[in-house]
C-alpha cells in the first residue's frame, strides 16, 4: 500500500490495485492481529507496519470507510451485501467478511511486502477460510499475535473515550483529554461518550468476543503460529514485547 497508510486499494475492493512506491521488505511478514476490543490492537499495528512494512489491512477500517460514504468508487458485491446489512442495522454475516477479503485476496494477500490482518479472522470458520484462500495463492502465515489484558484494564481504557459531535475528533478523557473538558479543541463541539464506550456496553463487546476468539486461538494454537502478548503496559512497552516475536518469526538478514 502507499506510503501515507491509506491503504485505499483495500477499502476501495475489487479490481483497485495497490501502490507500492517503497522498497520491499527483505523478509516479508505474513501476520494475523487477535485481541478483545480496547486491547491496543490498532495501536501495535501501525507500529509493527512502521517497522516491517507490512500491509495493514482491517475489516473494520473498511466498515467504517463504507459508513463515511466509502472512497466514491462503486462498491464491489461483497461490500454492497455488507452496505446494504449495515442499513438495515444488521451486523454484517460471516461469508460476506469472508467475501470481502476474498475479492482483495489476489492483490492483498499476495501483496509482495506482505500483510498484517486486523480484525479478520473472528470465527473459526473465517480461519478456515482464510487457510484455503493462501494455500491457493501458496502463501503461508509467518505467526499469529494474540494481545489481551485484564477486563477492568479493557473498559477504563475504553469508558475514557470521547468524540466530538460535529467533527468526530477523538479524545480520552486520561490519555488524551480536550483543553477545556467537555469542549473539542479543533471546531469547539460538544463532547460526548458513544454508548457502545460506556461500561456496560464495553462489557457486552467483551462478552461477544470471548463467545468466538477460543476456537480461533486453538486454530492457530495446534498450528504451532501462536503467540500471546500481555498488554497491559504503554503502547513501547507493548511493542517492545512484539518485536521479539517480530525478530523471531524475521530474523535480520
Known amino acids: 500500500m502507499n506510503p501515507s497508510g491509506d491503504r485505499i486499494a483495500w477499502l476501495q475492493g475489487g479490481d483497485a490495485k495497490c501502490v507500492k512506491p517503497r522498497p520491499f521488505p527483505t523478509s516479508p511478514l505474513h501476520l494475523v492481529l487477535l485481541g478483545p476490543p480496547g486491547v491496543g490492537k490498532g495501536t501495535q499495528a501501525e507500529l509493527i507496519v512502521a517497522a516491517c512494512g507490512a500491509c495493514q ?21 461483497a461490500m454492497a451485501t455488507a452496505l446494504a446489512a449495515m442499513r ?3 451486523l454484517v454475516s460471516d461469508d460476506t467478511v469472508v467475501e470481502l477479503v476474498r475479492e482483495r485476496s489476489a492483490e492483498c494477500l499476495n501483496c509482495e511486502r506482505g500483510f498484517l490482518l486486523d480484525g479478520f479472522p473472528r470465527t473459526a470458520e473465517q480461519a478456515r477460510s482464510l487457510d484455503g484462500m493462501l494455500s491457493q495463492l501458496n502463501r503461508k502465515l509467518d505467526g499469529v499475535i494474540n494481545y489481551f489484558a485484564p477486563e477492568n484494564l479493557i473498559i477504563e481504557r475504553l469508558s475514557g473515550r470521547r468524540v466530538c459531535r460535529k467533527c468526530r475528533t477523538g479524545y480520552h478523557v486520561a490519555n488524551k483529554p480536550s483543553k477545556v473538558s467537555g469542549v473539542c479543541d479543533a471546531c469547539g463541539g460538544e463532547l460526548m461518550q458513544r454508548d457502545d464506550d460506556k461500561p456496560e456496553a464495553i462489557r457486552t463487546r467483551l462478552q461477544a468476543y470471548a463467545a468466538t476468539c477460543n ?3 486453538d486454530h492457530y494454537r495446534k498450528q504451532g503460529l501462536l503467540h500471546e502478548i500481555e498488554a497491559s503496559g504503554d503502547p513501547k512497552s507493548v511493542f517492545a514485547k512484539t518485536s521479539v516475536v517480530l525478530n ?6
Open 248 to 253: 523471531k518469526l524475521a530474523p535480520a538478514s
Open 88 to 90: 438495515r442495522g444488521e
Open 215 to 217: 476456537p480461533v486461538l
Open 57 to 77: 489491512l482491517s475489516t473494520g477500517d473498511i466498515f467504517r470507510n463504507a459508513a463515511k460514504g466509502g472512497s466514491g468508487a462503486p462498491p464491489s458485491p
